[in-house]
């Protein structure tokens, strides 16, 4: 009987550790060691774990009202699928262009144009003649400099979606 128990115990050890090693896996860890960032989200939060990643819920009206404060309390704002075609109506593209931070447009393959040229939503932008590939985009616009700059990233597989997210995060640090 005490070995049947202590058998009993090994096996509930063993399942917990087991439980513990497969939940760890799947935590959507993104690892990303750079400096703490904060990110005002636009539509839907990513579902990932790290410590330095702070993110924050805005909508988009309150980022079109307030976009200098939003710039002073965020390192960069994420706009994400579920909010595109709102983000492209044009009462927006001057939020966008005078912004002084990046706008990460997350998961967008007709990349950052429908947001930043009047006349376009993201439902009409033909994305043949935009698609390049690319999977995410970050866009700064320089007011001073009179200039637009714009980077590129790209998810071969779902199973590198962490990978694309670190890139990012290193990216919103050196801006």
Not at 139 to 148: G, H, K, Q, T
């Amino acid at each position: 009987m005490r070995l049947s128990m202590r058998l009993s115990m090994i096996l509930s050890i063993i399942s917990i550790f087991f439980l513990l090693t497969l939940s760890a896996c799947s935590s959507n860890e993104v690892k990303y060691d750079g400096e703490p960032l904060k990110i005002a989200v636009i539509g839907d939060i990513p579902e990932l774990n790290n410590k330095n990643i702070h993110f924050e819920s805005i909508s988009l009206d309150k980022f079109s009202e307030d976009a200098t404060q939003i710039s002073t309390n965020f390192d960069a704002v994420m706009i994400t699928p579920v909010i595109f075609e709102e983000a492209s109506d044009d009462r927006f593209v001057d939020v966008y262009s005078d912004s002084e931070m990046p706008i990460i447009f997350f998961d967008s393959p007709k990349r950052h144009f429908p947001f930043i040229r009047a006349g376009a939503t993201y439902e009409t932008a033909r994305w043949e003649s935009l698609n390049n590939g690319s999977h995410t985009t970050i866009y700064l616009s320089d007011i001073d400099a009179d200039r637009e700059d714009v980077w590129y990233f790209y998810l071969k597989d779902e199973k590198e979606l962490d990978d694309l997210y670190k890139e990012i995060f290193q990216m919103v640090e050196t801006l």
